[in-house]
């Protein structure tokens, strides 16, 4: 553990880190003036609760995953629009390949189910992936639509309330909708909940909040991108992408968003990591990880070294966070 802190404070800047195995929180710290009571925001780690969302709303029968988009929006289509937009499903949303070939542009943190439909759709959906953020947006949108709830509000006393998440934060657009692909803040111990969540596939204290059957699904490989422009980050940017939520090497999966924002799950070692961050420095956290965490994770507990505790407390209350890096690889 010590290892790992010391490779975390060499990442220009991390923010905090909550390590969670079998359920219990082992190691967790915050670099000065981050706190464990301060919201961060989660830039396009929003997705993945986004996603959740979707997921619930599938399971209450607001809507299906082969839903068209267009049926959700007639108001907002254009006059003639492609055969490609017409073939566009939910199901595409979620997994970055609605057939565009570039994102539609936001501006102003205003995104709009007008632009988005109006976007050109050149490949056939579900056959490209390409990073979507407008298409997460258009997600919260039909949560809206077929709910009458944003995504937040729906989410609050279904996800956030039995998970003890308090005063979720997520901005909104002009249309009244979460930004679904971004926006949402929270602590850190919420992100790592979260993912302890998905580690028990769906169920807390006993009750099933999300169907087992979503996400496995969700957090499956649905599409391929070791083409896709985030590849040049590292090789757990190649593994595939399921529902809002990326693949990773050792059979893990996460939510991860821009400055690195990270809540992995680890199946193999029932072990969650939630990482907060002002950092482009994606492969190097994730790194950290495999070359620290993971190999000392055994099957068997660890005898008590008192030793080792005070200096791992030492550590961590030295902790403070560096200058802010100018983030490589940045992506919402």
């Known amino acids: 553990m010590n290892a790992f802190v010391e490779a975390a404070d060499k990442i220009n800047t991390l923010h905090s880190f909550m390590i969670v195995r079998h359920g219990h929180v082992i190691a967790e710290g915050w670099w000065k003036p981050e706190a464990a009571d301060k919201p961060h925001v989660l830039w396009s780690l929003s997705k993945s609760f986004n996603s959740t969302a979707v997921g619930m709303a599938i399971a209450e029968g607001k809507l299906g995953l082969d839903d068209p988009v267009l049926k959700f929006f007639p108001a907002e289509a254009p006059a003639e629009p492609s055969e490609n937009l017409k073939a566009m499903k939910v199901r595409d949303l979620l997994t970055m390949s609605c057939g565009h070939d570039t994102e539609v542009k936001i501006v102003n943190n205003a995104p709009t189910v007008k632009e988005f439909l109006a976007h050109p759709v050149p490949h056939q959906p579900g056959t490209h992936f390409q990073y979507n953020t407008p298409g997460s947006y258009m997600l919260s949108a039909i949560v809206t639509k077929t709910t009458g709830q944003t995504s937040l509000e729906f989410l609050q006393s279904r996800l956030f309330e039995p998970l003890g998440i308090e005063n979720a934060k997520w901005d909104a657009s ?4 979460s930004l679904g692909g971004y926006g949402l803040y929270l602590c850190t111990e919420d992100v790592a909940k979260f993912g302890q969540l998905y580690l028990q596939k769906g169920k807390w204290n006993g009750k099933q909040l999300l169907p087992e059957q979503w996400v496995q699904e969700a957090t499956s490989k649905q599409v391929p991108n070791e083409n896709a422009s985030h590849s ?8 595939g992408y399921g529902f809002q939520f990326w693949r990773c090497t ?8 821009r400055a690195g924002q990270l809540c ?11 990482i907060t961050a002002d950092s482009g420095a994606f492969q190097t956290e994730m790194n950290a990880i495999w070359d620290h965490l993971y190999p000392a994770c055994g099957e068997k507990a660890l005898p008590e070294d008192a030793a080792a505790q005070e200096k791992l407390k030492a550590a961590v209350a030295a902790l403070v966070a560096h200058p802010a890096a100018a983030a490589a ?3 919402k």
């Open 174 to 177: 002009p249309e009244g909708n």
């Open 250 to 257: 050792h059979n893990a999966f996460r939510g991860d968003g």
């Open 329 to 331: 690889g940045k992506k």
């Open 264 to 274: 992995l799950v680890i199946p193999e070692k029932d072990m969650v990591v939630a």
């Open 232 to 239: 040049k980050i590292g090789i757990d940017w190649t593994q």
